[in-house]
């Protein structure tokens, strides 16, 4: 990747923007419709294939570029950045882990974007805890049979195909070693319906019900068990980075709508950046959005090493979804009832914020992971 | 047939541009630069006429600094097959990017050229007449449609009166208006792609064309700002203003 071609790829995505998502973001997002012309024109664009190898028929982009892609298509709309982020860190654990049959078999078709999906982990009883899920796969012959629930799946709707992870082996101790991650194409047995949410509107997001859902084990990832967990961590680690890049994307909108704002909007005889409680927030914002990109871009660095990211994903998802939620109450106070008004984009921004500190681990974990990762780095 | 674009790499449209401190032109520095947008139109009618069938070859080519062959790849990357880069760190005026261009076909012999009218950044609107003028060749300017015939194109103009169409024999040079198309943006993988497709690099002298400036600039001003207006009360305000300020009644 030369830095040209960087530049032509970021320069086609912000035209994609300007010309099929911010004309339109604002009416889907407040009908909460699935924006199928923006996917197709995804399609067409080859977003779908952004970071599977070129063999498989992907762009094989690094993390880095992939992150500033991300950061691009939040800032006008985050939902779209869902619909491919979701699918492609499937698409990650397909290739890092899956057989040399099962990315022969799917990556070319999940790359086109002709199968598109997302991963399913989370139950209605667990999130966070990955290793209390209770989504059992029982094998069967040539198949396993997948009982269970999944709540909060992104694309499980509009989606062909899910990576969810189960338990092929409820009594092992540590319980990740009986988990494992099924490629599961949508068909019987499969029951899905849609959640309704604060923000992040019209990305499909629903729950999943399995009963006597059969699936070949030829699709079990990586085509041994009890990899699951730890497959589905390594995929994380660029979903915690393109978490974070969704946060430098809501808190650069932002602060632009807030610095454009602020020069034309007059108090007291003169435009309200000219107020220092203004300039205050405006540069407090400008700082939080340039460190959170920086904290990005070096986890996103380490990842395209090869080393493990988990530690500096962490902090810059950590970080990043916390300036997003900052930048976003700040530019609220700045509009004021603009702000709050449903007419504009800002409490858009306000409603999707939050998911960034809850959705990929929460932050509360992030700092776990970061304490024990230091602590491990550094021993005395 | 084979089509030579001409494009130019100016500051993108959407960019404030500011007048440098010592006002001998603007500021590039950090700013973005992208195609000129009528020049995007022009590469965007080549591709679609290759997709038509009515093109076997396109050929696009770019003067100016190290930079341009990004605005270069950019055009590949929509679809052009080829690319001549014709390097130059001076700034070019019209006649001599038209001398420029004459050479390249000399040595290309393309059977359409097509150039944006204008550039965005100079607004200038001499380039293509002047290279049809160098080339004895006939010109359809200001095109919002443009159709193959039988050893000729029908060009359709906005003039002043309405839409004027013309016949021009082929060999001929063409420049595009805003209305011809819409152009595309280049896909991603299109992108990985055009990195491997050729660039020519070539200096003037080599072409052995003269560029050096006719005109000499003397200073460049922002335009005056805007001053705030004043409201009035009353109408018999507004005529006693018009009438004795503005000395328009």
Redesign the interface.
């Known amino acids: 990747m ?1 830095d ?2 960087e ?3 970021l ?2 995505i912000d ?2 923007i300007a ?1 099929d998502v911010k004309p339109v973001a604002h009416d889907l997002e407040a009908a909460d419709a699935y924006p199928i012309e923006i996917v197709e024109k995804m399609k ?4 779908f ?2 970071t599977v190898a ?1 063999e498989y028929g992907g ?1 094989g982009l690094g993390a880095v570029t992939y992150a500033r892609i991300v950061e691009r298509v939040s800032a006008a709309w985050m939902s779209v950045a869902g619909i491919f982020n979701a699918h492609l860190i499937m698409a990650a654990v397909v290739e890092r882990f899956g057989t040399e049959e099962q990315k022969q078999r799917y990556l070319p078709r999940f790359a086109s974007g002709e199968l598109r999906g997302a991963v399913a982990l989370t139950e209605p009883d667990c999130g966070t805890d990955l290793q209390a899920i209770t989504t059992r796969a029982v094998r069967d012959g040539n198949d396993y049979v997948i009982n269970g629930a999944k709540m909060w799946i992104t694309n499980s709707i509009y989606g062909h195909i899910i990576a969810v992870l189960v338990k092929t082996d409820p009594g092992t101790d540590p319980p990740h070693k009986g988990m494992s991650l099924l490629l599961v194409e949508k068909g019987d047995g499969i029951s899905v319906s849609k959640l309704d949410k604060l923000g992040y509107r019209g990305i499909d997001t629903g729950s999943m019900v399995f009963e006597d859902c059969r699936v070949p084990a030829d699709n079990l990832i990586g085509g041994e068990e009890g990899r699951g967990l730890q497959q589905i961590l390594a995929g994380m680690e660029l979903g915690r980075i393109n978490v974070a890049a969704r946060g430098v994307g809501i808190a650069q909108a932002c602060l632009d709508e807030s610095l454009a704002y602020a020069q034309v909007r007059k108090t007291f005889g003169k435009p309200i950046c000219e107020h220092q409680a203004i300039q205050i927030k405006l540069a407090d914002m400008a700082t939080g959005v340039e460190a959170a990109r920086l904290l990005v871009e070096k986890a996103a660095r380490v990842y395209d090493s090869g080393q493990r990211a988990d530690m500096e994903a962490g902090m810059a998802k950590l970080f990043a979804s916390e300036v997003a939620l900052k930048n976003s109450l700040e530019a609220m106070r700045i509009h004021g009832a603009y702000g709050y008004s449903t007419e504009y984009n800002l409490e858009r921004y306000y409603r999707d914020a939050p998911l960034l500190a809850i959705g990929e681990g929460t932050n509360e974990l992030q700092r776990i992971i970061i304490a024990r990762e230091l602590i491990k780095r550094n021993p005395v | 047939m084979k089509i030579l674009v001409s494009v130019k790499r100016v500051i993108d449209a959407n960019v404030k541009v500011r007048v440098k401190a010592d006002r001998t032109g603007v500021e590039t520095a950090n700013v973005k630069m ?1 195609m000129n947008p009528f020049d995007e139109i022009a590469v965007e009618e080549a591709i679609r006429l290759a997709e038509d069938g009515k093109a076997a070859e396109i050929v696009v080519v770019s003067a100016g600094p190290e930079k341009c ?2 605005t270069i ?2 055009a590949l ?1 929509m679809g052009a097959d080829r690319g001549i880069h014709v390097t130059c760190e001076d700034a070019l005026e019209p006649l001599a990017v038209a001398k420029i261009l004459k050479a390249i076909v000399d040595r290309e012999t393309p059977d359409i050229v097509i150039a944006g009218k204008q550039a965005i950044d100079d607004d200038c609107n001499q380039t293509g007449q002047m290279l049809a003028g160098l080339l004895g060749w006939p010109q359809g300017t200001f095109v919002s449609k443009l159709e193959i015939g039988d050893g000729e194109v029908q060009v359709t103009r906005e003039v002043d009166g309405g839409l004027e169409t013309l016949a021009l024999e082929l060999p001929c040079v063409v420049t595009t208006d805003l209305r011809l198309n819409e152009p595309r ?5 299109n ?2 792609r ?2 491997k497709k050729p660039i020519d690099i070539v200096t003037p002298e080599e072409l052995g064309v003269d560029i050096a400036p006719r005109l000499t600039t003397l200073k460049i001003e922002e335009p005056p700002k805007r001053e705030a207006g004043v409201k009035l009360e009353t109408a018999a305000e507004l005529i006693d203003k018009l009438a004795n300020e503005a000395g328009v009644i």
Do not use: C
Not at chain 2, 185 to 189: E, K
């Open positions: 030369t040209e071609q530049s032509l790829i320069d086609s035209r994609f010309r067409e664009i080859g977003l294939g952004a070129p762009l | 992208s062959s990004e790849r950019t990357a943006y280049a896909s991603l993988p992108i990985m055009a990195k």
